[in-house]
């Protein structure tokens, strides 16, 4: 059990870095971006072939699973600011795409990397320490850094520009911002982000796979909103930008925690897609009724006080 939970916490780490990347979208923009199940294996699988095909160094690896994460965003981008296509279908666009794309990358479905060597097994024949715990401490430190700049970058002018787009978009557009490029800025640095994520995946779990991206967006909004409940039991809530973003990543250790726990308890593997929806709805719909219940209450005490 405790090597499971072990695993999920070091999954949960690499997997925030995507959650924090459908976190700018999502939350930020408003907009549901579907690009996420591809870019996320399009950077596992651009990693892969780089690592076993080309012998490139497993940290210029994942750098470039980044960038092609971030063109990927950028084809979204310009299907919807250029062409006007809803942000919806262009990202089910892209994705459909990917899916072609990323087997002509690998030139098959999956790709392993067993015999090569990756940043954590790097890291780990350094210090000693299992891969594991390499994986969790370099997730942590990557996962921190990550936050610390996004909260840097949403406090400049274009960042601020980018969270009004979201909040409401024609009242930053009549004040001369262009609309259109902060879309294409957030699209870009979310799949960005979430192609870092599934590189980092790829080397952690020692292969890439053409459908390991699958229900990516399911596991996003999962732990976003998994995040978000938890951020209100802090003091002063989710007011601070800071903490959503950390909720967010916090939010991916909780569900993969909760997965790892359902599996030991015999859960069938097959009905995990099931219980990220369930969670889902569950942790949308408890905000709702908490909400109705403090009104309902304040409504009895109402009356209490004017009888």
Known sequence: ??????????QGVLWGIMVLGVFITFRLLDIPDMTCDGSFALGGCVCAVLIVNNNVDPLLAVL????????????????????????ILAGILTQISL????????????????????????????????QSTVAIILGILLA????????????TEIGSALRATGNNEYMIRALGVNTNSTKMIALVLSNALIGLSGALICQSQKYADIGMGTGAIVIGLAAIVIGEVLGRLLPGGLTQFSVRLASAVFGSVVYFLIRAIVLQLGMDANDMKLLSAVIVAVALCVPVVWERYKLRSSYTKGDEADA
């Open 99 to 130: 899916w072609s794309i990323n087997l002509r990358i690998m030139g098959k479905s999956n790709t392993p990397i067993l015999a090569k060597g990756t940043i954590f097994s790097s890291v780990s024949n350094m210090t000693g320490l299992p």
């Open 144 to 155: 921190v850094a990550i936050v610390a700049i996004l909260y840097w970058f949403f406090g």
């Open 1 to 10: 059990m405790l090597i499971a939970l072990q695993g999920a916490v070091s």
């Open 64 to 87: 470039a699973g980044m960038c092609a994460g971030a063109i990927a965003g950028a084809v979204t981008g310009i299907l919807t600011t250029v062409f006007e296509i809803p942000a």
